[in-house]
């Protein structure tokens, strides 16, 4: 048993550590105040390949394994959550479809561009009264001639109307078999008519990153858009979703190490009655509780992602670390703010920025409740 | 690696983005895995690295490293040989001046800017001024300050393919470097002790009391510093 990682996955952490600390961490509050997405620091992250990490070198991206994605995704998270967000939902969830179910023809149009990073990709699951209920999604698409008209909306999507945006895959009600829904994914480009997006979403955390409503009004595209088979959409979607939850667990575990490093630096120069307060049993014992936790959080999640680079059955991994690491990074910012006291709530310090950023983390992508269904399928309860 | 030896590679890689057909080496000296920092190197560009590790040059003092780093670079004859300002441990700033003492080359330090041309290396060496502008032939020693350059992040791809590249790890006795020129043994200074600076007990503290500029402008006057 080796739990080492490669000298290529130390120095992955060190450059994306260096890069986010000297490059995002000075503007991360002015990104936030002004809710402004990075296209400047989305384009360094372009040309370091952490758009594409684990994208196959063939397709533009850089061929990295899972476990280098997850390093990546959470050292940006420990300094940016809305960065880190940004990749994650590019990576897993924008182009990871297109990869996985892609035709040959889908593959060249799309991948290139998204793993090179020259433009962001979105998946369009999430509609305004349907979320993991995706039974109850009521967008539909209806094949008319050698094209699909689109009618209907989704909801809290991520990099779906920025400036670079290429396209959204969106699962869609493309009939009925037996009495059920028949989904299925289809990708519509940016700039589709009928394909409206919304003004940014006004968010409690995540500021940086692109939120939206997408709407679907008589909107037409090719025939060919159909991405993997008809009638796989969910099959499809819960895959992804699967993936998907690694890079969400890497931003949970990233949430939690940066609202301890802030935590530790903090209790170490904060002084009260007369020494730093990091000498009172009570921070020590709150910032040991942590560092024990994150490292548990570390191997649960590098596991899922070791799992799914050995080619193995990985959902269950998954879903434990995403759950964990999404409620043990809101003990962590909130021990962490609470060492802060009251500087801790005042906007100039990171903590109350990744306070706000944090609960997300126990929403999206599954709530904590809906990963404690998976685990108990994944278990085999009834 | 030290920050200073990533702004040396910084100007070596874009010597040769401009030049072209030319290679980027590194050389070090140190324990097996020092070859890790060594791949950042490799990952930000560079051709190939050779790393000395021997237990025979564990200790060496700036003598015997310099005795070592001569002669991997006596082996590899390169046109121009570039160091980081100093190292981030010892701090020395030396090291760069005893290896070009060593192989005979000119040395410049302090390079804020750096030209190749016409079998020249043309340097702006930045001083409590301004700069000297200072040409020597090739090839030459050349140390780089910290502001010369910002160094670039290595690409997820150059990580990757870094470990591809050439790195090989040579020992003394390969490079006809003897026992008693490296080590402990090839070594002209021994470390009896460290310690700590002792503190300065003469030191004034001048409180922000709505004089305190003038008092220290006084204060600066008496010592003819002003």
């Not at chain 1, 402004?36 to 063939?58: H, K, N, Q, S, T």
């Not at chain 2, 030896?5 to 080496?25: H, M, P, S, W, Y």
């Amino acid at each position: 048993m080796n739990l080492d990682l490669s000298p290529e996955h130390e120095l992955i952490r060190s450059t994306v550590r260096d890069f986010a600390e000297s490059r995002i961490g000075p503007v991360a509050e002015e990104l936030d105040r002004e809710s402004r997405f990075p296209y400047e620091i989305v384009a360094e992250l372009a040309d370091l390949d952490l758009l594409g990490l684990p994208i196959p070198e063939e397709h533009g991206g850089a061929g990295g394994d899972t476990v280098s994605y997850a390093i990546a995704v959470e050292e940006l998270t420990r300094v940016d959550a809305s960065v880190g967000v940004t990749v994650a939902a590019h990576t897993s969830l924008g182009t990871m479809p297109i990869l996985a179910f892609g035709t040959e023809d889908q593959h060249a149009e799309w991948l290139p561009q998204l793993a090179r990073g020259e433009r962001l990709a979105a998946f369009g699951l999430t509609e305004p009264e349907a979320g993991s209920d995706a039974g109850a999604a009521r967008t539909t698409a209806t094949l008319d001639g050698d094209s699909w008209l689109i009618n209907g909306s989704k909801m809290f999507i991520t990099n779906a109307g920025t400036d670079i945006s290429a396209c959204v895959t969106i699962t869609a009600v493309t009939g009925e078999v037996g009495g059920q829904s028949e989904i299925s994914n289809i990708i519509v480009p940016n700039g589709t008519p009928g394909y409206e997006v919304s003004p940014p979403l006004k968010k409690m955390g995540w500021r940086a990153s692109d939120t939206r409503g997408l709407t679907f009004e008589n909107c037409r595209v090719p025939a060919r858009n159909l991405l993997g088979e008809r009638g796989r959409g969910l099959a499809q979607f819960l895959e992804v979703l699967d993936g998907g939850r690694i890079s969400i667990a890497a931003m949970g575990l990233g949430a939690a190490q940066g609202a301890y490093d802030l935590a530790f630096g903090y209790a170490r120069e904060r002084q009260a009655f007369g020494r730093p307060i990091s000498g009172f049993q009570s921070i020590q014992f709150a910032l040991a509780d942590l560092a024990t936790e994150i490292e548990a959080a570390r191997g649960l999640t590098y596991r899922a992602a070791w799992l799914k680079d050995e080619g193995r059955e990985f959902a269950l991994a998954a879903a434990q670390a995403k759950l964990y690491t999404g409620e043990l990074s809101n003990r962590a910012v909130n021990t962490a703010l609470q060492i802060h006291g009251g500087y801790g709530f005042m906007d100039e310090y990171p903590i109350s920025r990744l306070y706000r950023d944090q609960k997300v983390l126990e929403i999206g992508e599954g709530t904590n409740e809906i990963q404690r269904l998976v685990i108990a399928r994944q278990l085999g309860l009834p | 690696m030290n920050q200073g030896d990533t702004n040396a590679i910084e100007a070596a890689l874009r010597l040769k983005e401009a030049a072209g057909d030319c290679e980027v080496v590194l050389v070090s000296m140190g324990p097996d895995d020092a070859i890790n920092s060594l791949r950042k190197g490799l990952a930000m560009g560079a051709d190939r690295a050779t790393l000395v590790s021997d237990t025979g040059a564990a200790g060496s003092d700036i003598v015997g490293t310099t005795n070592v780093l001569a002669a991997v670079l006596t082996h590899e004859t390169p046109d121009l040989i570039l160091f980081g300002q100093q190292s981030a441990d010892s701090d020395g700033a030396v090291l760069w001046a005893a290896v070009a003492d060593r192989l005979r080359q000119p040395v410049i330090s302090q390079a804020t800017s750096l030209d190749l041309s016409e079998g020249k290396a043309t340097v702006k060496r930045q001083t409590e001024y301004g700069y000297d502008v200072i040409e020597a032939p090739l090839p030459c020693v050349i140390a780089v300050s910290d502001g010369i350059n910002e160094p670039r992040y290595p690409s997820l791809k150059g990580i990757m393919g870094a470990k591809k590249k050439p790195q090989a790890i040579v020992t003394l006795e390969s490079l006809g470097v003897g026992a008693e020129q490296a080590g402990t043994a090839g070594s002209r200074t021994e470390v009896k002790s460290l310690n700590d600076p002792p503190a300065r007990g003469d030191s004034q503290l001048i409180e922000g009391d709505g004089e305190a500029a003038a008092r220290v402008l006084a204060f600066l006057n008496e010592k003819k510093l002003t």
